[in-house]
């Protein structure tokens, strides 16, 4: 006979062996999801990526962001209205601010995304190259780090605007390929953990060539803080692209981002016209801290301390 006293033992059993059969990953999912800030930023990250996507369709006014018939004083249409279509007003040349909000949006996006991935990519491949192989090879490489991190970030990536020409694609390499060292560092500093343990060991017994060790074991090790820096790097790119814009040598006309607009709004604020600098400012603060809030979620989640 089975008494109800061994029925709740059982059920008790089968539930401490679905917690202990979850993965990092599963485990890192609820965790997340359970952080109601982080799920806030992330439903806040998807609105705005919807917006930047989708929100040409909806304005009535430059679908193509390059239509400078409007300009001009007659074109001038002030304040926000529904009526006019223009929903968050024109700027100071008539062109309609909503239709430049939204692709503002998707190139402060697009920079902060691409510039983030490349920063990743050769600050994980380079650290845990150096960190694998250590000694003199490590040395050299990390030595290599500290030099280019003693040299001021923001004073190389106007010189390269200046010399080679302000476009989208310097800013996408410039911030990109400056800004990996930090990941450099995080990357060597988790590998020299790594390599000592036994499935690697396991891989350099049976002959695996240390660059598949480094693909293959090394980095798919490293995508938990990896995830969480890239996340947190976003918001840092947006930064430094929008500083860049604000000084006028990022994006130039005609197409624009959330740090020319706000240069652009800022520099009207004498005149009365507030939502010019508003509505790019809104979007600007909130995508920021929905990547910080979207970021520190994940760093909780994937922190194995806290499992």
């Known amino acids: 006979m089975i008494n109800n006293e061994d029925v709740t033992r059982l059920q008790d059993a089968v539930q401490l062996s679905e917690v202990r059969g979850r993965s990092l990953w599963q485990d890192a999912r609820v965790r997340f999801f359970r952080n109601k800030a982080a799920v806030a930023g992330l439903v806040v990250l998807i609105l705005i990526t919807c917006f930047a996507l989708f929100g040409g369709f ?20 002030g304040v926000p209205s529904v009526e006019t279509g223009h929903y968050f007003g024109t700027d100071i040349d008539g062109r309609d601010l909503f239709a430049r909000t939204v692709q503002g949006t998707k190139i402060s996006l697009l920079v902060g995304i691409v510039g ?60 990109g390929l400056i800004s990996w060292l930090n990941m450099a560092r995080i990357a060597r500093g988790q590998t020299l953990t790594i390599k ?23 980095v798919p090790n490293l995508l ?22 604000y000084l006028g040598l990022g994006v130039q006309e005609p197409n624009t981002s ?23 400012l809104t979007f600007f603060l909130i995508t920021l801290f929905a990547f910080f ?12 301390k806290d499992r």
């Open 116 to 175: 983030s991935l490349v920063a990743v990519i050769v600050g994980t491949l380079y650290g845990a190259t150096a960190g694998y192989i250590g000694g003199r090879t490590d040395g050299i490489m990390m030595r290599t780090v500290d030099i280019l991190m003693s040299i001021p970030f923001m004073f190389v990536l106007i010189l390269m605007l200046v010399i080679f020409g302000r476009s989208i694609l310097m800013l996408f390499i410039g911030i």
């Open 196 to 218: 000592n343990k036994e499935f690697v060991e396991a891989a350099i017994a049976t002959g695996v060539s240390p660059f598949v060790i480094i693909l293959r074991h090394i």
């Open 224 to 245: 938990g803080i990896v995830i969480v820096y890239a996340t947190l790097l976003v918001p840092e790119m947006i930064i430094f692209e929008s500083f860049i814009s």
């Open 293 to 304: 809030f979207v970021g520190d979620g994940l760093r909780d989640a994937l922190d194995p």
């Open 258 to 280: 959330l740090g020319a607009l706000i240069n652009a709004g800022a520099s009207q604020m004498t005149n009365g016209t507030l939502w010019m600098l508003f509505f790019p």
């Open 58 to 77: 909806i304005a009535q006014y430059e679908p193509d962001f390059v239509d400078f018939t409007l300009m001009g004083a007659n074109a001038y249409q």
